[in-house]
């Protein structure tokens, strides 16, 4: 079993900058490939970034890239993700996940395992 907690949320600017951080417990945490996703409200859960077990090879979702890095830290259980240039449209709750079977990072939330409880990004303009 693994605990996934987020923080790092919160209410900026548009333009402005957040780094999310996931922790998770347990010792098995290289072992899962990570990802984050978001909801907003009324809309389908999406994928925003996910990075491989070693931290070696990272996606993004289009609407993000340029703008979002994902990054690990093994020897710590944490999962990074620094969002730059927010706009309005990137408002939602953003979760990790881990997953612990896929051969190469997925995209789709049903490969994952385990979910932390989300932490709210807000975006003003």
């Known amino acids: 079993q693994v605990q996934l907690v987020e923080s790092g949320g919160g209410l900026v600017q548009a333009g402005g900058s957040l780094r999310l951080s996931c922790a998770a417990s347990g010792h098995f945490f290289p072992t899962y490939n990570m990802g984050w996703f978001r909801q907003a409200p009324g809309k389908e859960r999406e994928f925003v970034a996910g990075?491989?077990?070693?931290?070696?090879?990272?996606y993004y979702h289009d609407s993000v890239k340029g703008r979002f890095t994902i990054s690990r830290d093994n020897a710590k259980n944490t999962v990074y993700l620094q969002m730059n240039s927010l706009k309005p449209e990137d408002t939602a709750v953003y979760s990790c996940a881990a997953d612990r079977l896929s051969r190469a990072t997925s995209t789709h939330p049903e490969s994952y395992n385990y979910w932390g409880q989300g932490t709210q990004v807000t975006v003003s303009s």
């Open positions: 990075v491989s077990r070693n931290g070696g090879n990272t």
